[in-house]
Structure formats: structure tokens, C-alpha cells
């Protein structure tokens, strides 16, 4: 090294803001920089040659012997953390020569040969305060990030509470939409029947003072009489047609209670081998009033294996899309239900000729409260309980839409569930 380069290193060696300390092999202080003479407010001059721990008492202890045993004998770096050992020497002062808190060091002391070949010792020591007050606060910073944590997690407990809540008032905003729906297509036939009866009750009275006058009646003339000015062959006519009528009502109501009993179980929640079809059409029958202003209804059925599900949920889910298809048909439009499998996977489908989904807004219409519907009308909870439900069911659902030519949402369900090792391992590749 020539005498600039020399000059170079000293001026480094004493501008840093690094403690440098050179000791020789017995430790006694040959050297220290200007940092040190700042900070411990202690001149190199009367230290030189003096033992390091005469100077600061404070560095003697095990540590210190044992970082000058693994720099001696093993040549080693040996390198201390504040947070180990907060400091080495007492140094009180900040560079600027104010008293500053105790400064926390982390230390450097490794091995190396002078000019002669003799073993020396340097000792560099990093001020850390800054640092450790810093970590500190990030320490702090990231107890409170737990604690928000733990509240957050609070929080999505709450949430997913008030969801399973809301979905079920949904379910039950769903039942009374659905009576409603019923008791208008009930009482249309129980209306006629009613008045079937009506006007029957008066045919039964004219016929029976047709048979009470055959006692006192003086001539079958007489009752000739009676019976043409009572209308008998008409009444005879529209006894049947009356009757007939009647029955096909009675009927009807039937059709509708039977429906809506295997539409609803709503409490059996277990899975249970089912005829898909068989539901559709149940749930067909039951939101009957919703559809029949709006849509033909087609079904394009095909053939099915009996399907492991919970049959009230996917009624569920089928009566959803069905009423979401009825309100996008402005006027008068085609719904069709299609049905159909695939290795061990079956699929129901429901397409509509309404007004189709507009791309911008078609990734958002499973979140829940999402609805392009007018206040009061849509509570955006429908899709996102069927989407909830048919991934219960280890299956998933799919739309096809161009705005103005309708939409067609496709169920996928495995006609048998998974195991719960199957569930977890196809959780793990979808992530
Ligand atoms: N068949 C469809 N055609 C066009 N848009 C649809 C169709 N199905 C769903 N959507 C869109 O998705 C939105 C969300 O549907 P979702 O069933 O979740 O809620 P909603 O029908 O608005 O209200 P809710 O079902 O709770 O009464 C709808 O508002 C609508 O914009
Ligand atoms: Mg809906």
C-alpha cells in the first residue's frame, strides 16, 4: 500500500461512524478511531497498551473470553447481536459529544497479523440504538398487526355468522315468495271448484223437487212439466261437465301439495341418492306462477343416474335460476331445461332467451348482495347461496351469456361425493 492509499484508509478509519478498536494478542489497546475517543469521551492516549478491560471494566466477562478464544484459536469472525449482548463497552456520549442513552452495539472481533507476522485482534462495534429502537417499534407494530389478527379473525367469525344467517333468511324470503306463488295457483282452481259446488248445490236442489213431486204428482204429465220448466236435460249436460271440471282442479291442488312436499324437505340436510328429473320437475310445478306470464318452458331431458345430493338444496339452487331466467325475459321468451351426464359427472341446464349478462359484470353475479335489479326487487343472494350449495356438493356451475341473446347456467354435480381425503386433494389442485 503506498502512502495515499494509506492516508486513504485512515482518513476511512477514523470519518465512520464505526468503532474500530486494535488490540494485540494479550488485548492491550494499540490503536482506537475517533468514534471511540467521541463516544467513550476517553483519550487513546492514556490507554495505549493498557489492557482492554482496564479501560472499560464493563467488557469483562465470559462473553468476551469466549469471542477472544474462538478469534484465537479458531481464527474465527466472531460477530455479537444487541440482542444477545446489549453492549461491549460503555460508550455514553453520541458522536456529536452530548450525552446520548446507552448505546447498544452489535460486535465484530476477528483475528489478523501486523507487518511482522504477530497476531493482533480487531474489534469493530456497530452503534445500534437507532436500529433497536426502530425494531422495537415494529416489534410493537407487529403485536398490535396480531392483535388485529385475532380481532379480524373475530370479525370473519362474525361474518361468516351473520352469512349463514342471511342465507337463511334467504331461504325463507325464498319459502314465502314460493307460498305466495302457491296459494295463487291454488286458488285459481279451488276457485271454480268452489263455484262448481255453488251452482251444483242448486242443481242437486232442482233435481231432488224433481223426485219429491214424483209422490204427489197427479200424472206423469205433471212431472213432465216440472222437469222441462227446471231445465232438467241441461242440468243433466252440466252436472258432468261440472264434475268433470272439478276433478281436474281437485287434481291440479293435488299436483301442487305433492310438489311442494318433495320440493321442500326442508329438514332433511343429509345426502341421499335422488331422481334429478323427478325434483326439476317438482320445482317446475312449484314456480309455475312465476313462469307460465313469461316463458314456454321446454325440457330437453336426458338420461340420468340417480345422484348423490342434498335434494331440497338443489331444488333449491334449480329454483333460483329458473326465477333469475323469468326476470330476464322482458316479455314473452323459451326456458329451456336440459339434463345430461358425463363419466361420473351429470349436469343440469337452464337457458333463457332474456336479456343476457353484460361481460363487465359476469365474474360478479355469485357475490353476494350483487344485483342488477331494482331496490326491492333482487337481494343479489340468490346465485351465491346456489354457487355456496353446489360447492357443498363438490360441484361447480358455469354461464354462458352474450348480452341481448340470453343466458344458459350449467350445474355440474359427481353423481357420487367425494371422500372427504378425494375433497381435500382436489381442494389442493384447484388452489
Ligand atoms: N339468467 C340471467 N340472465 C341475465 N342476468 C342474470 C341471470 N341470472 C342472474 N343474472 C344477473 O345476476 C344478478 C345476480 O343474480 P342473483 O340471483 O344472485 O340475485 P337477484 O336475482 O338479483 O336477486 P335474488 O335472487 O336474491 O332475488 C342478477 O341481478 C342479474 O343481473
Ligand atoms: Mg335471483
Not at 90 to 106: E, I
Not at 221 to 234: A, V
Amino acid at each position: 500500500m503506498d502512502s495515499r492509499q494509506s492516508e486513504l484508509a485512515r482518513a476511512l478509519v477514523e470519518q465512520i461512524e464505526i468503532g474500530v478498536i486494535i488490540l494485540d494478542s494479550e488485548l492491550r489497546i494499540q490503536y482506537w478511531n475517533n468514534f471511540i475517543s467521541q463516544c467513550s469521551g476517553k483519550q487513546l492516549q492514556y490507554a495505549l497498551q493498557q489492557h482492554l478491560t482496564r479501560i472499560f471494566p464493563e467488557a469483562d466477562t465470559p462473553s468476551l473470553g469466549t469471542m477472544v478464544a474462538q478469534a484465537r484459536e479458531q481464527g474465527q469472525h466472531v460477530y455479537t447481536e444487541w440482542r444477545e449482548n446489549p453492549y461491549l463497552i460503555h460508550l455514553p456520549y453520541a458522536l456529536s459529544g452530548q450525552p446520548s442513552p446507552l448505546m447498544l452495539q452489535n460486535t465484530l472481533l476477528f483475528p489478523f497479523s501486523d507487518m511482522d507476522g504477530q497476531l493482533c485482534f480487531g474489534l469493530l462495534l456497530y452503534d445500534t440504538s437507532e436500529f433497536a429502537r426502530s425494531k422495537r417499534q415494529l416489534d410493537a407494530a407487529l403485536r398490535a398487526l396480531c392483535h388485529k389478527q385475532i380481532e379480524q379473525d373475530q370479525l370473519i367469525k362474525k361474518l361468516e355468522k351473520a352469512n349463514a344467517q342471511l342465507l337463511q333468511s334467504e331461504k325463507l324470503a325464498a319459502i314465502g315468495q314460493l307460498a305466495a306463488g302457491v296459494a295463487h295457483e291454488i286458488n285459481n282452481p279451488i276457485g271454480y271448484v268452489f263455484s262448481n259446488l255453488k251452482t251444483l248445490a242448486g242443481y242437486v236442489h232442482d233435481l231432488l223437487r224433481i223426485i219429491d213431486a214424483i209422490d204427489g204428482a197427479a200424472s206423469l204429465d205433471e212431472l213432465r212439466q216440472l222437469k222441462h220448466s227446471l231445465e232438467y236435460d241441461y242440468i243433466r249436460n252440466d252436472v258432468e261437465a261440472l264434475i268433470g271440471e272439478s276433478e281436474d282442479g281437485i287434481d291440479r291442488v293435488k299436483k301442487i301439495i305433492t310438489s311442494l312436499k318433495d320440493f321442500s324437505h326442508i329438514d332433511d340436510d343429509e345426502f341421499r341418492l335422488a331422481d334429478l328429473h323427478r325434483g326439476l320437475d317438482s320445482t317446475l310445478n312449484v314456480v309455475n306462477n312465476e313462469l307460465k306470464y313469461k316463458a314456454e318452458v321446454v325440457k330437453e331431458y336426458g338420461e340420468l343416474p340417480e345422484v348423490e345430493c342434498i335434494p331440497s338444496q338443489i331444488n333449491q339452487v334449480m329454483m333460483n335460476l329458473l326465477v333469475n331466467a323469468a326476470h330476464a325475459i322482458e316479455q314473452f321468451g323459451r326456458i329451456t331445461l336440459r339434463s345430461g351426464q358425463q363419466d361420473d359427472w351429470v349436469w343440469l341446464e337452464v337457458e333463457d332467451s332474456g336479456q343476457g349478462i353484460d361481460p363487465q359484470v359476469l365474474n360478479r353475479i355469485y357475490e353476494p348482495f350483487f344485483t342488477t335489479k331494482p331496490v326491492g326487487k333482487g337481494t343479489g343472494l340468490g346465485l351465491s347461496l346456489s354457487y355456496n350449495i353446489v360447492r357443498k356438493h363438490s360441484g361447480r356451475i358455469e354461464v354462458f351469456s352474450q348480452p341481448g341473446q340470453g343466458a344458459r347456467f350449467r350445474v355440474w354435480l359427481p353423481a357420487r361425493q367425494p371422500t372427504a381425503e378425494q375433497a381435500q386433494e382436489d381442494a389442493g389442485q384447484h388452489d
